[in-house]
């Protein structure tokens, strides 16, 4: 009994393909991954990366070509798929996915998302604050109506212990103030749980997830953990263990995966 998912920001799905993530899957063992940054449309994918082995993809590409964009691989075919918040700002980006398992007594959600970066300019970064006010009470709702795990790159590192230069980053986008509360405040309101937080509770550099393309941030291990597995209580509970894949990378991000203690 258990239930292997992965959480991975490709960077380009093209891309990531020619580096491996196909091998690297077949010995994974995930039943779902979830990834954002397809930067592909549908025809792109179709024929392609529609699966990977036994695992089916299910997608909401952006309207921009090259650009944003989420996906899930499965196992098991859900009973319903749902693609974005509701929101024409984001859902033409292509930031959420969602696949539910339901089943008489079990209403259950697998959601990948992608949060907007504001790093690349200040009208990004309000769009950036826009998305964390829709998708709020989107979460808080989801929460009160069926168990989930939210898995994607949130853009965010929550504390101090989450990036190497916290000193120097906390007027950069990502480790802002009100970002940071806004996730402080959705722990304490929805109770989600950051499920690699809880079972790493000292984790600092080796809990990374992503590296900067620039300088030596990679070699010298100057990271950010900003990829994330966000669970209802319950589901967090079964949590068993989590591996940030360093060795396996395909993008900017390491893949990040927790085995969790129930079935679909």
């Known amino acids: 009994m ?79 798929v749902l693609t974005g918040i509701g929101v024409p700002e984001f859902d033409d980006e292509g930031r959420w996915v969602e696949l539910r398992f339901d089943r008489p007594g079990r209403r259950l959600s697998i959601v990948s998302c992608y949060f907007p970066s504001g790093s690349s300019s200040d009208e990004r970064q309000q769009a950036k604050f826009r998305f964390l006010d829709v998708v709020f009470p989107r979460l808080h709702a989801l929460a009160r109506e069926r168990e989930f795990i939210l898995v994607g790159d949130v853009n965010i590192a929550h504390t101090e212990a989450d990036l190497k230069n916290w000193k120097g980053n ?24 950051d499920v690699y937080r809880r079972l790493h509770p ?33 589901l967090a509970a079964t949590a068993r263990a989590a591996q940030i894949h360093r060795a396996s990378r395909f993008s900017d991000h390491a893949p990040l995966t927790v085995d969790y203690g129930f079935d679909l």
């Not at 940054?37 to 994918?45: C, G, P, T, V």
């Not at 000292?202 to 393309?213: I, K, M, R």
């Open 2 to 80: 258990g239930f292997r998912l992965v959480s991975l920001n490709l960077n380009g799905i093209r891309s990531a393909a020619s580096k491996g993530l196909a091998d690297w899957l077949a010995t994974a063992g995930a039943d779902c991954m979830g990834v954002q940054e397809l930067k592909a449309q549908a025809e792109d994918i179709a024929g392609r990366f529609e699966r990977f082995g036994e695992l089916a993809g299910h997608f909401h590409c952006a309207q921009k070509k090259g650009y944003s964009g989420v996906g899930l691989y499965a196992r098991h075919d859900p009973s319903e």
């Open 170 to 193: 906390q007027k950069n986008s990502g480790f802002l103030p009100e970002e940071r509360a806004w996730m402080t405040r959705l722990f304490a309101e929805t109770g989600l749980v």
């Open 202 to 234: 000292q984790a600092t550099e080796e809990g990374y997830t992503w590296w900067s393309n620039r300088g030596q941030a990679w070699a010298k291990n100057v990271g950010w953990r900003i990829d994330y597995h966000l669970a209802t209580p319950a």
